[in-house]
């Protein structure tokens, strides 16, 4: 191998992305999962300056996908083909994606990985990432659950609603360009909770995302709630239950760092199940919530 260059990913790169991070990922998981191009497409489309892939004489060998939302920078996926890896290919793939964010003013740039991967936590904590807190995949079975009625949700909102609901829960986010992604990537959809003493919104995704494999759970991608209460949270997730169910999915995936440790106890009092953990770790900045709720998975 020689000449190994750092350059923007592009559309014609994903085929090879989605089988390197087949790859890549294999040892952890024990199975080959090929992410659908569409799904890479649309992470793509999400920040497109952020993600990178590592070409060299013998081609593409790895890849990084980055995204913004508003002060928040997330890093992931993160893949190297694993003939190559311990070779300095994923340390400039990092570097790459976390300059572009931090040159393009996120205040906090983070990540998720695996915390019983000594690779990864080794690899993060060597390139200046610090272990911030643990972080949950949660699940309920939706199947024949009676959801109370009465609380509803709409899809129409004002313009700058997600901004200004993100932004009083953490400092700066948006999930604006997450929400439009869904939108026109048709992977998803926002809703915004009416009825709760506080306001929050939904961001929804109903597709897989593995090639050949049928949905079987809404995965939540952001649950933001402008007020940490039980019954504002349990409500909001009735509804995403309720939707679930008219949909067909028979489940619901929630995620969840311990920043937001309360509403992990009353999802699991109200029967979630914990079915993988993670750990956020940042090298900008730190996640901090000034009230509320915010649910989310840094990993694409
Ligand atoms: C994680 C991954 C992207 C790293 O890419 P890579 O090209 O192998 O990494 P690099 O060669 O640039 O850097 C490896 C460095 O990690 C550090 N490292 C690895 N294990 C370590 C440990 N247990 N403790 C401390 N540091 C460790 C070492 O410093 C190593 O460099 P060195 O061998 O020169 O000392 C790659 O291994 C991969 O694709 N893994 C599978 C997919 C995955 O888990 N992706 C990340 C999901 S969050």
Redesign the pocket.
């Given at each position: 191998m020689s000449g190994l260059k750092i350059r923007n990913m592009d559309a014609a790169d994903l085929k090879r992305v989605s089988e390197?991070?087949a790859l890549?990922?294999y040892?952890?998981y024990g199975k080959i999962s090929l992410r659908t191009i569409e799904g890479l497409e649309s992470s793509l489309a999400l920040y497109p300056r952020g993600c990178f892939a590592a070409q060299d004489d013998e081609g593409i060998s790895?890849f990084?996908f980055s995204r913004k939302l508003g002060s928040l920078g997330w890093?992931?996926?993160?893949?190297?083909?694993?003939c190559?890896?311990?070779?300095?290919?994923?340390?400039?793939?990092?570097e790459a994606a976390y300059n572009e964010l931090e040159n393009d003013g996120c205040a906090m740039i983070g990540?998720?990985?695996?915390p019983d991967?000594?690779?990864?936590?080794?690899?993060?904590?060597?390139?200046g990432f610090d272990m911030q807190h643990p972080a949950l995949v949660l699940e309920k079975e939706v199947k024949d659950v009676e959801t109370p009625a009465g609380y509803e949700w709409t899809e129409s909102a004002c313009p700058g609603d997600i901004l200004r609901i993100g932004a009083s829960v953490v400092e700066g986010l948006d999930y604006s360009v997450e929400a439009a992604n869904a939108e026109k990537f048709g992977w998803g959809k926002t809703y915004f909770f009416k009825g709760l003493a506080g306001e929050g919104f939904a961001i929804l995704r109903h597709v897989s995302i593995i090639e050949g494999q049928k949905a079987e759970s809404l995965f939540v991608r952001a649950l933001v709630l402008t007020r940490e209460d039980r019954n504002d949270l349990l409500r909001a997730a009735a509804c995403i239950e309720r939707y679930s169910q008219s949909i067909n999915l028979r489940k619901v995936t929630i995620s969840a760092s311990a920043a937001n440790a309360n509403a992990v106890r009353w999802l699991i009092e109200a029967g979630y199940r914990v079915t993988k953990t993670?750990m956020r770790m940042m090298r900008k900045g730190s996640y901090k919530l000034s009230g509320g709720v915010e649910l989310s998975r840094w990993?694409m």
């Open positions: 390197i991070c890549a990922f040892g952890y790895g990084i890093i992931g996926v993160l893949g190297v083909d694993p190559r890896h311990g070779r300095d290919i994923g340390k400039p793939l990092l990540l998720e990985t695996m991967s000594l690779y990864n936590v080794g690899f993060y904590l060597k390139y993670s990993i």
